[in-house]
């Protein structure tokens, strides 16, 4: 892969902290953290100690979920409390690609920030972005405790407030419904940077498969698919590079 292009900002590490923010409030991290009862877990991707907030047990939260619930979240299902198998490919290959450092780095979709925390490993500048506002506050406290600063954007991807330019974009798993490879793709053509760049990570889910048709409808470029390494019971990984066309 190419070096990434970008605006040649400071790493994130030196930027201001934020809290998440999102239909106009923002949420303590330290908070989501005491109240969830998360705990520290500490992850070795390609060689590289990374810590992050995970919750006891993230099944919990499938095996809570109401009708009420499911119905008042758009039909979301809870996936964003586990770590998949694809969120560690694409750390993966952030932590081993071309340098990230002072770029604009999104991790659309972030759940528990895994990605997100790569880059910012690299010093890049890091925005995190999930539907649900306890998944960005844990990453947010994650990132915080890591001694990084990042920015936190709790929102749904089809209906983002005014964000910036970036000049990457992180998806793990992020096409596991057929209605989100249009949208992701709708995303990325209003956010990637001139020269940007948004790498898709997925284990070979079915609605994956017509992404690319998505993003050339969307009127960017599909630079590339790599087969990643299998991961547990994922055993076909795929990369998606995205740009402008």
């Known amino acids: ?128 972005l999930d539907w649900e506002p306890d998944a960005v506050a844990l990453a947010t406290a994650s990132a915080h405790a890591a001694g990084g600063s990042v920015e936190a954007v709790a929102c749904d991807w089809r209906a983002p407030p005014p964000l910036p330019p970036f000049d990457l974009v992180l998806g793990a798993d992020v096409l596991y419904e057929e209605r989100n490879g249009p949208a992701v793709a709708v995303f990325l053509a209003r956010h990637l940077a001139p020269r940007g760049e948004a790498w898709v990570a997925d284990p070979g889910r079915r609605h994956a498969e017509r992404f690319p048709d998505d993003v050339r409808a969307a009127g960017l470029a599909f630079l590339e698919r790599r087969a990643l390494p299998p991961r547990d019971d994922a055993k076909s990984l795929v990369l998606w590079r995205v740009g402008r066309a």
């Open 1 to 128: 892969m190419a070096d990434l292009g970008g605006s040649g900002t400071t790493p994130g590490r030196d930027a201001e902290p934020s809290e998440p923010a999102g239909a106009g409030r923002s949420i303590s991290p330290g908070a989501v953290v005491r109240r969830r009862g998360a705990r520290t877990d500490r992850i070795v991707v390609a060689g590289r100690a990374l810590s992050l907030f995970v919750l006891p047990d993230p099944d919990a939260l499938l095996d809570a979920l109401t009708q009420e619930e499911f119905d008042r979240n758009d039909g979301r299902m809870p996936y964003w409390a586990t770590l998949w198998p694809s969120a560690f490919a694409l750390a993966e290959a952030v932590l081993t690609g071309p340098s990230v450092a002072g770029r604009r780095v999104l991790d659309l979709g972030c759940g528990l920030g895994l990605c997100g925390l790569a880059a910012l490993e690299r010093g890049a500048r890091v925005t995190f």
